[in-house]
């Protein structure tokens, strides 16, 4: 079974460019997690969802980000418009049951110049 | 607030020996579970162990095993013939079930080399 997919791997823009990041989760996984790894503050959750409705988007750092899961296989992450500060690692991750063990992605490591 | 402590920046292991990874927390719920990622040069997280902290006996996956306890919420992973590809970054990360948010919290890491 395919796990989290993620694309793309690596992403280099300027600043003030849209920024679009995507997830695919584990099919029949029903809760999907945004995280962030910085060097700077660690890995942090951004936002997740339970069955494609967002539940906690505390920790979206500022309007400039944004998150939609039309459907149970598909989410973005974006950025309008990024910033150099928004250069991290952006992992991905699904659980089946918003409580169960998370399953990352291998991550979108983005760098805006 | 919930907080995860890892206290070692870095270790070094030789290959086939056997290294303990440390980690504490700090919480006031009594219903939790208790997770080591694993970070290799990939940078894809890869799941090593969970605990549930009902669970009294201590788990284990192979090579890998934790001493879980509750009591002084410490949670230590050890590492048993250490090999090359043990090489990572590794992340105690913690979960409170049930809480009102499912928000995994994580420890600063411990980088972890093997030496041949």
């Known amino acids: 079974d395919a796990g989290v997919i993620q694309s793309p791997r690596h992403e280099v823009t300027e600043m003030g460019q849209e920024v679009t990041l995507r997830c695919k989760p584990i099919?029949?996984?029903?809760?999907l997690f945004w995280y962030r790894q910085t060097m700077m503050r660690g890995l942090e959750l951004l936002i997740y969802f339970n069955n494609n409705v967002p539940i906690d988007d505390s920790g979206m750092p500022e309007d400039r980000f944004s998150a939609k899961m039309p459907n149970a296989s598909f989410s973005t992450l974006k950025i309008q418009p990024s910033e150099p500060r928004d250069s991290a690692v952006y992992f991905c991750?699904?659980?089946?049951?918003?409580?169960?063990?998370?399953?990352f992605g291998p991550g979108t490591r983005l760098t805006v110049l | 607030a919930q907080t995860v402590t890892q206290s070692q920046p870095e270790m070094s292991v030789q290959e086939a020996e056997t290294v303990t990874l440390s980690c504490t927390y700090d919480t006031s719920e009594s219903d939790y579970y208790l997770f080591w990622y694993k970070q290799p040069p990939s940078r894809q997280m890869i799941l090593v162990i969970r605990q549930e902290a009902y669970k009294q006996q201590n788990a284990t996956e192979n090579r890998f095993s934790v001493n879980f306890q509750k009591a002084a919420k410490s949670f230590s992973l050890k590492i048993s013939d250490s090999q090359l590809g043990d090489a990572a970054m590794y992340f105690c990360?913690?979960?409170?079930?049930?809480?009102?948010?499912?928000?995994?919290?994580f420890g600063t890491g411990t980088l972890l080399a093997v030496q041949p």
């Open positions: 099919s029949g996984h029903n809760s």
């Open positions: 990360a913690y979960f409170p079930y049930g809480g009102a948010t499912n928000k995994l919290i």
């Open positions: 991750a699904s659980t089946l049951g918003s409580t169960d063990t998370q399953y």
